[in-house]
């Protein structure tokens, strides 16, 4: 049966200041509390009476209080006479009785809480807690869902997001987007409900009937040969600098550009960084080659002068793509001599150098378990907390790599 009781909460205040009055609701060893509009010092209050003393104000106080009573008492003799009070929890006796001693303020609280199960407010606050590019990955399907479902949309609970949703919504991405963009933003959403169900926001989940199909990956990597003809093809002079970058990412382990154009410095022959998606420390060893390019790109602030010629790494990479991307034979045509490419790898971007590196480094025959710690995905990352892995032997299979590639060594 459950328990109630007033008390004086004087936990959370300092000295000589006053404290709150609280009504504490037990059930089942669990205990729930109300606090009320009532502030007094420990000496104003009577505990074995229940009341206010030596207050200016105490008459009114010990009104409310009495009033106070009167209501818990009369709504648990109610929910005992219903039979409710045996199966409820102390939080949801405490929301009962919330209702009947401020109905405004209960009313107010329950629509902030109901605006807490909205699907939107969960996804905000699910982006929000995401660093500023993931938060814009999420925006941007938030903005799809608005686009579908209009002002709707800011009404919908987890509950109507069910799998004809989304099956409507995934033919309304079909429009303007492919596959693997459509799959982005229906992950995004069947993470925000992942979320939910562990916070006990939800247990509906559309996502056991609704299945998001995979794509197959497109090629996204330079064969040995092509790499080969890429680093010795005579090219415009702009495009000499987007190239040499391109082959140092692949000479640096498939090094990502913004982590690239983030470098400080060499130490003892390597380059120690923390990767900017991950924060998970890598430190790669530079081989002759790479430092010849490095040298050749020297910066003063950084260890390379990208970011003191181009605005960002974003600006930069832009650039580059579009570049490699021209790379091969070109005429002019035409009066004015317009520029006429006919490109030997037209899909190719800075991404290629990564997937490269790890697939030439497994047609070499070299442990999975070593290109992946290459590339930093870990296979067992519970077991990498207790083992070291051998730095050495990314070592040796990068000059491996390099030593096909540039050379032909086996």
């Known amino acids: 049966m459950a328990k109630t009781s007033f008390f004086h909460d004087t936990r959370r205040t300092k000295p000589g200041l006053p404290s709150v009055l609280k009504v504490a609701i037990c059930q089942n060893r669990k205990t729930a509390y109300i606090s009320l509009p009532v502030k007094v010092l420990p000496k104003q209050w009577d505990s074995k009476k229940c009341m206010v ?74 982006a929000d807690s995401k660093k500023p590019s993931t938060r814009g990955l999420y925006m941007h399907t938030l903005s799809r869902m608005r686009a579908f479902a209009g002002d709707k949309l800011d009404r919908l609970t987890f509950e109507d997001i069910t799998k004809e949703w989304l099956t409507s919504f995934e033919n309304f991405l079909a429009q303007t987007a492919r596959k693997n963009s459509r799959n982005i933003h229906l992950r995004n959403i069947r993470a925000v409900f992942n979320e939910a169900i562990d916070d006990e926001i939800t247990s509906f989940y559309p996502f056991r009937r609704f299945k998001i199909r995979p794509v197959a990956t497109p090629k996204r990597n330079l064969k040995v040969e092509e790499l080969r003809t890429l680093m010795t093809f005579p090219m415009e002079d702009y495009a000499v600098q987007y190239r040499d970058m391109f082959i140092l990412m692949f000479m640096l382990l498939g090094i990502n550009m913004v982590d690239l154009c983030n470098l400080k410095e060499i130490e003892d022959g390597r380059i120690n960084y923390y990767r900017a998606k991950t924060g998970r420390l890598y430190s790669i060893k530079v081989e002759p080659e790479a430092l010849e390019i490095i040298e050749r790109y020297r910066g003063q602030n950084w260890l390379l002068n990208i970011l003191e010629r181009y605005e960002d790494y974003r600006d930069y990479t832009h650039r580059m793509n579009l570049s490699l991307k021209k790379i091969g034979p070109m005429k002019r045509v035409g ?16 991404y290629w150098a990564r997937h490269s590196w790890a697939t030439i480094a497994a047609s070499l025959d070299i442990p999975k378990e070593t290109i992946a710690h290459a590339l930093g995905h870990s296979a067992n990352s519970v077991t990498d907390i207790y083992i070291e892995f051998d730095q050495r032997k990314v070592d040796v299979a990068n000059r491996r790599v390099l030593d096909w590639v540039l050379y032909g060594k086996k």
């Not at 939080?91 to 009785?97: F, H, L």
């Not at 009066?335 to 030997?344: I, S």
């Open 335 to 350: 009066r004015g001599g317009k520029k006429v490419y006919q490109p030997l790898f037209p899909k190719i971007s800075t």
């Open 53 to 126: 003393v030596k207050h200016p104000n105490q008459q009114v106080l010990n009104l409310h209080i009495k009033g106070a009573m009167q209501v818990v008492e009369r709504t648990l003799f109610i929910l005992g006479d219903e039979g409710r009070l045996p199966l409820m929890t102390a939080i949801e006796i405490r929301d009962e009785i919330e209702r009947k001693l401020n109905p405004v303020k209960a009313e107010k609280k329950q629509e902030v809480e109901k605006r807490k199960t909205l699907f939107v407010t969960r996804f905000k606050m699910f």
